[in-house]
């Protein structure tokens, strides 16, 4: 017997206190001691349990209870009214029999849920039970509740019961669970009057007609199952809570006169008009994710009272619209996607304006270097070109325009249709940052050439463009052009390749040597661009109309400045700086242009020619110089390689635009200041790595269906500050470190999967860091997580001397810990291992605080030369801040660097600056004339925050930039030593202003 169990007894004996804790006691039988604790009203042998909305813990802290038996000493408890002997899904009791229990008259409420119990009979004459909970027992026979009729809240979830019928006495319940049950008839309730609350979802059930009369019904919830009527719902006017995701509901307007309904999930289903939901004006929460609906200008309303549309699929994180996954034509993908500021703004737009419609598309040539991408291109839109010669490839993206005519009924007179045909590098070094062109609402042709003998889905170059197309593009479109290079043809399996993507239209061929080789192609190309879902799509007329002007200036400029875009939108319509950057944000996410307005840098630039970003990045990439240092660059290789009069002036936000895209970042503490592209780095696993796997190493992997390329690179450069040392790292892995805990993560030469290995003191802490990093990687791929399976080591006696011990699933281990199959057997050593303690073993409850990706503030320090000593004994006084900022001063400067534009720059940048005041910095020219205005301006739009920091006595207070809040206090001056003990005081008020200011 436990002995804190006994404890527990002798204190409530002391007590005489009506409940009574004893989970987590150890106990695998009920003690019979319990009889004399005849005060009792509620006892508790579970780990957690609920009782009406509260759900509670045990507050012991011994081993958990596995009850088996009960005891004759609840015979004793009179006044038990609450009893709670449930296990839970990660620790099962063993209990089957109930007999003990029969004379509890008094029992209100009875919990024996995850337990082995089968029979119910013993319960049969206790008619004070209000709420019975046996879901995942062994019960299938309901019968013993015929005369329960005080029952008002039943649980049978997860049980194999079928029949219902010795439930339709029970006139008094409330809530009924049948969830998971293979029951099919739910006729039995069709009399439960005051059914208010019903779950029937994973059960075999089809037919709702029985539900039609249960007026008082709030709750109801059928997921995953057959159900395609809701007729029998449309008089249940106090329906509040309606749940049908994953049926096979179709139609909506049996709900159309629900007013009390706050909540209705109707995701993945067949539904695609919301007309039936126009007066449902209560709703809070309305779920549509992974439907066929296009046009949610029918909520307007809700809209407009501030119900927020989400493109999320955490729909448990509240009330809003969701609308992740729909092919939204009203208002477009990428107007929703910017919430209801950007969709209100739409819809009057359009009324404003008045509409115009899309007639535009992209066509994409993707396929493996000197497949004869440029040859295709050029025999379909540039016949007056030649052929390329063979070693004549493309760098990174060409992009050419072409216009044919397409007839609609709006448009008698014809109407021009714009095919924008970008052209793809294929080489190896392009592809991983193709990702960020492949683009939805797109048309593809991959192209394939007759140097090898065929090609089917096993071909791994042909599948990863398909993979990568299907993946990157949401399932657009693809046509195949088989280049019959030299005549040579030969055969493809196109009808396996078709299903394995469906997506796949149709194959051509020939040889582009022949002029007229693509007219076929030409007149599918014309075809399937025509029917893209949002052609013909509707727009405000005059967003075409400013939209025509910045592709017009496109073709003469590459950049424009922020403003430059404001001024264009003021020609068109009245100016309003929110409208304007909606449609800026809109025409960013179609590839109209790059604008990326959460960066601060590049926020005040518009880049028109994405084809000027491409090769300024590619020119970097590419380059022999950069390649022979493995990725390394400074300011200098920016200067030798973007000395084009189109990117003098724009290093630092091509600089930006690398680091944007996830493609290098800055190595700390170098100087000069070094970069680092990832991708450059050596292909070799460093030779002190061969060996670094050891038993006992915490295991984690990430098996793709399909891999994208560059995923490594990319989370080296998203968690680059622990990659301490950058020899260590490779085209494929990286060692990533903190203080004594190391993780190595590569993918292996076979491929289709990055490992993560960790071993030190935070090793669980740093691998989870990594992985909930990768985790967002994979969710930036539409649909990749779907297709990511998770292995998790096995830790049995055998398992823990290996250095590649036997993997579990992830999501198998899920299920299981769900169903309540708390062990799994290693199918090497066939030792059972414990499931929970496999997945505590590979993840944190919480991340550490050194896992959250921080973007430090940046502190800019404008000074006086003069003043230089002082400026350096703030820096000094600075450093216990250091973690929490950057700072610059023009010390940071490199040799050559033109610092007028630099320092503009690194302004523009600032979040704070910091302006040391003496008569120095007041008679300096370019401080007054320069600095200063540029940062009234900035702080006018709260860009930044200007402290004065008084550091010598002068006549300040009078000046423009006196209206800010100086440092020290009161204004008082560093220098002055009869306010101050010394100015080292002064500096530590000056220090702790700052700090207020970061947090």
């Avoid at 290098?664 to 990832?678: G, S």
């Amino acid at each position: 017997m436990s002995e804190l169990a006994l404890r527990l007894i002798a204190e409530n004996k002391k007590t005489r206190a009506t409940f009574l804790d004893l989970g987590n006691c150890g106990l695998t039988e009920v003690p019979d001691e319990i009889g004399e604790l005849v005060w009792l009203e509620g006892l508790s042998f579970a780990g957690e349990w609920r009782d009406g909305k509260q759900k509670y813990e045990s507050q012991n802290t011994a081993s958990k209870n596995n009850i088996a038996w009960l005891s004759g000493g609840f015979r004793g408890l009179k006044q038990l009214k609450r009893l709670f002997l449930n296990g839970v899904i990660f620790g099962r009791h063993d209990l089957i029999d109930l007999s003990p229990l029969a004379s509890l008259n008094t029992l209100q409420l009875l919990d024996i849920n995850t337990t082995e119990v089968a029979s119910l009979s013993p319960l049969a004459n206790l008619t004070g039970l209000h709420r019975l909970d046996i879901g995942g027992t062994q019960v299938t026979d309901l019968s013993p509740l015929v005369r329960l009729s005080g029952l008002r809240q039943l649980i049978i979830s997860l049980t194999e019961v079928t029949d219902l019928r010795p439930l339709a006495t029970l006139g008094n319940l409330q809530q009924l669970d049948i969830l998971g049950t293979p029951v099919t008839d739910l006729s039995p309730l069709a009399i439960l009057g005051r059914l208010k609350y019903l779950e029937v979802s994973n059960t075999r059930v089809v037919n709702l007609s029985p539900l039609k009369r249960l007026s008082s019904l709030q709750q109801f919830y059928a997921l995953y199952t057959q159900i395609a009527d809701l007729s029998p719902l449309a008089n249940l006017r106090g329906l509040k809570q309606l749940n049908v995701s994953g049926t096979q509901i179709m139609d909506l307007s049996p709900l159309a006169n629900l007013g009390g309904l706050k909540g209705l999930d109707v995701s993945y289903t067949k539904v695609t008009d919301l007309r039936p939901l126009a007066n449902l004006e209560g709703l809070q929460q309305l779920n549509v994710l992974g439907t066929q609906v296009t046009d949610i200008k029918i909520l307007l309303r809700l809209i407009e009272k501030g119900l927020e549309v989400k493109w999320s699929s955490d729909y448990w994180n509240g009330n809003g619209i969701y609308v992740k996954g729909c092919p939204l034509i009203n208002p477009p993908v990428a107007i929703a996607q910017q919430g209801n500021a950007a969709i209100l703004n739409y819809f009057r737009e359009k009324q404003a304006q008045g509409t115009d419609h899309i007639y535009e598309a992209k066509l994409l040539l993707v396929g493996e270097g000197g497949a004869g991408k440029t040859s295709l291109l050029r025999r379909l839109y540039q016949p007056a070109l030649p052929l390329p010669e063979e070693n004549e490839t493309t760098k990174g993206i060409a992009i050419h325009r072409h216009e044919f005519e397409v007839r609609d009924a709006r448009y008698p007179n014809g109407r021009m249709f714009r095919l924008n045909v970008w052209d793809f590098g294929g080489q190896e070094i392009y592809h991983a940052t193709h990702q960020f062109f492949l683009t939805q609402r797109s048309l593809y042709v991959l192209l394939d050439d007759t140097r090898k003998d065929h090609k089917t889905l096993l071909d791994e170059g042909f599948k990863y463009w398909l993979e990568a197309v299907d993946l990157l593009s949401s399932h657009s479109p693809v046509l195949i052009f088989q280049n019959e290079k030299g005549g040579r043809s030969k055969s493809i399996d196109l009808a396996g390749i078709k299903g394995g993507f469906d997506n796949v239209k149709d194959c051509y061929r020939g040889n582009l040597e022949q002029q007229d080789v693509a007219e076929p192609l030409r007149t599918a190309i014309e075809f399937f661009a025509q029917n893209l879902p949002h052609i013909g799509e509707e727009l405000p007329a005059r967003w075409l109309d400013i939209r025509a002007d910045i592709e017009q200036l496109a073709e003469l400029q590459a950049t424009i400045t922020q403003n430059e875009y404001f001024d264009l939108y003021r020609k068109h319509l009245p100016f309003d700086r929110d409208k304007a950057l909606h449609l800026s944000r809109y025409l960013h996410d179609l590839g109209v242009f790059l604008h990326f307005q959460d960066d601060k840098l590049l926020a005040r630039t518009v880049i028109l020619q994405n084809q000027w970003a491409t090769t300024a990045v590619f020119k970097m990439l590419d380059d022999e110089t950069v390649k022979a240092q493995l990725g390394r660059f400074t300011a200098g290789d920016c200067a030798r390689l973007w000395q084009d009069s189109d990117y003098r002036d724009m290093h630092p936000e091509l600089l930006a635009l690398m680091q944007k895209f996830e493609l290098c970042y800055a190595l700390p503490d170098t100087r000069p200041e070094t970069w680092l592209a990832p991708q450059l780095l050596p292909p070799s696993k460093p030779e002190v790595l061969n060996d670094w796997a050891k038993p006992g190493d915490l295991v984690l992997r990430f098996c793709y269906e399909f891999l994208p390329k560059g995923m490594v690179s990319r989370l080296m450069v998203r968690q680059h500050y622990f990659v301490q040392q950058p020899e260590l790292a490779w085209m494929s892995g990286a060692l990533f470190e903190r203080d004594e805990t190391q993780v190595l993560v590569e993918i292996p030469p076979k491929g289709g999967e990055i490992v993560l290995r960790a071993r030190g003191v935070e090793r669980k802490e740093l691998l989870s860091v990594l992985a909930a990093d990768l985790d967002k990687l994979n969710n930036t791929f539409n649909g990749l997580a779907e297709k990511v399976t998770k292995l998790i080591p096995c830790h049995c006696k055998s398992c823990r001397l290996q250095t590649e011990p036997e993997f579990f699933g992830q999501k198998q281990l899920l299920k299981r810990k769900k169903d309540g199959k708390l062990t799994i057997e290693c199918p090497a050593s066939y030792e059972d291992v414990r499931v929970l303690e496999l997945l505590d073993g590979i993840q944190v409850h919480k991340m550490p605080d050194w896992g959250q990706a921080k973007i430090l503030p940046s502190i800019f320090i404008s000074y006086s030369k003069h003043d230089n000593d002082h400026k350096d004994t703030l820096i000094k006084h600075l450093a216990g801040l250091r973690n929490n900022m950057i700072t610059w001063n023009d010390r940071d400067l490199l040799a050559g660097e033109e610092w007028d534009t630099r320092i503009k720059q690194e302004l523009h940048q600032a979040d704070i600056v910091l302006y040391l005041v003496s008569h120095h910095s007041m008679a300096t020219d370019y401080i007054q004339n320069v600095e200063l205005p540029l940062i009234e301006e900035l702080c006018k739009n709260d860009e930044c925050k200007l402290v004065p920091i008084i550091v010598d006595f002068c006549l300040w207070e009078k000046l423009d930039f006196a209206k800010y809040n100086a440092l020290p206090n009161k204004g008082e001056p560093v220098t002055n030593t009869q306010h101050w003990v010394n100015e080292n005081q002064a500096w530590l008020e000056v220090v702790k202003g700052i700090e207020r200011l970061l947090n």
